[in-house]
């Protein structure tokens, strides 16, 4: 028999709403805030170098930079790399739209490569067939937390003279090929956004193995400012210093490493809740042919910062909208990740077109993320379950009376 929806006036299979994302915040986090404030250093402070050594140590780069955020990790990055007026960055688009406006904020042109449509990262295949003799850099995202097959990419980066920044912010605790991701690209960004998988409320940081690389984005992170005397033109006196570069003030706090620190002990412990969840799911859908659950490639091991699902719209009555809209009102917080950058209206006024990326927009049209967070109740895995086979049950086109 097919249950009614919530939406047409049935019950819902939740009484309260559940997000699609959520920090967790314990005890110790909270001490950790505390213990900054009650300190001599609120910025500036001895927590920013021991959360950067922390964070690269985990992922096994040699230098870290915190930030303010992810999308202040990126530029600072993409000005590390020399990034500037006409240079072209090649970036998928299924991302957030701060991996391809970095590239914007140093006067480069964002160069979309379209995506594979299994894993929903860039298609790596077509990256060659994007690169001119203007092309500077490649910004992969690692979407979901799947890792893109970096060693294919380091070739094409290194056949092209390319600097590759891999935007991580869904995938600290990722692997690829057995180790965490951080220590391959040029620099490797990650966020610390409440959804992703640490949180230090706004954050980010950039990890390198290139020491040059680290001591530019130290300069960019405080306003091209250096008291370095190996760095200076000239030493006025003890209280001198010199703006080399147009920098900007990207500092991150005291309070936000604290918390930072506090939060890194549990990522095994987030990230192994997460696979348990994403197993649940896969299991649960696996028979259902409406929905095709997220595919791994052998060599990534994701953490799962989002499950998205993707429609078979074949075998529904509907579009995604419709499935959308009524597991809102069955109180499950689905979301959509993401539209296709370049269909922003801003990037159309840039001269993009719809028709550029033909495999991300056909996602675009079906993908569905699911509520995915680590402290996640064995009872909300249930409704969700629950909520989507109902939905999709009512929708499906063997239940269709005509
Ligand atoms: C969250 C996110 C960012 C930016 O991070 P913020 O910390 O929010 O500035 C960049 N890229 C991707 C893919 C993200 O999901």
């Known amino acids: 028999m097919i249950e009614k929806l919530a939406i047409n006036g049935g019950k819902p299979v939740r009484d309260t709403y559940l997000a699609y994302g959520k920090q967790y915040i314990d005890d110790d986090d909270i001490k950790a805030v505390v213990d900054v404030l009650k300190g001599d250093y609120l910025t500036t402070g001895p927590k920013v170098k021991e959360f950067e050594d922390t964070v690269a140590n985990y ?19 993409c000005l590390a790399a020399g990034i500037g007026e006409g240079d072209e960055v090649i970036v998928p688009p299924i991302t957030f739209a701060a991996s391809s406006n970095c590239i914007l904020y140093c006067g480069g042109k964002p160069v979309f490569v379209d995506i594979n449509p299994d894993t929903y990262n860039i298609d790596v295949e077509k990256i060659e067939g994007a690169i001119t003799v203007r092309t500077k850099a490649i910004i992969p995202v690692d979407f979901a937390g799947q890792s893109v097959d970096m060693d294919l990419i380091c070739k094409i980066a290194d ?15 990722s692997e690829y090929k057995g180790e965490k991701i951080g220590s391959i690209a040029d620099m490797t960004e990650f966020s610390f956004h409440p959804v992703k998988p640490i949180t230090t409320g706004e954050g980010g940081v950039i990890v390198t193995n290139n020491e040059e690389l680290y001591k530019k984005m130290l300069l960019f992170r405080s306003h091209g400012i250096t008291r370095d005397s190996k760095l200076l033109t000239h030493n006025e006196g003890p209280w001198y210093y010199e703006q080399l570069h147009l920098g900007y003030n990207y500092r991150i706090t005291d309070i936000q490493c604290s918390l930072g620190l506090s939060q890194i002990n549990k990522i095994d412990e ?9 197993n649940r799911y896969n299991e649960a859908f696996k028979d259902i042919e409406e929905i095709i659950t997220p595919r791994e490639d052998e060599f990534s091991n994701s953490g799962w910062h989002i499950y998205v699902i993707k429609l078979n719209l074949d075998k529904l009555t509907c579009t995604r909208k419709e499935i959308f809209e009524a597991l809102q009102v069955e109180n499950i917080g689905v979301n959509v990740h993401y539209l296709p950058v370049y269909l922003h209206p801003y990037y159309e006024k840039l001269g993009y077109k719809r028709g550029l990326c033909p495999e991300a927009e056909k996602l675009y049209e079906r993908m569905l993320t699911l509520p995915l967070f680590p402290k996640m109740t064995d009872k909300d ?16 086109m063997e239940n269709c009376p005509l």
């Open 159 to 173: 056949k092209y003279n390319l600097t590759i920044i891999e935007d991580a912010a869904h995938a600290l605790g």
């Open 59 to 77: 992922v096994g780069a040699k230098y870290a930079v915190a930030v303010s955020n992810g999308t202040a990790a990126l530029h600072t990055a």
């Open 270 to 278: 987030f990230v192994k809740n997460r696979r348990e969840i994403v």
């Open 381 to 396: 895995v249930e409704d969700v379950i629950r909520a989507v086979k109902k939905v999709v049950d009512y929708y499906s």
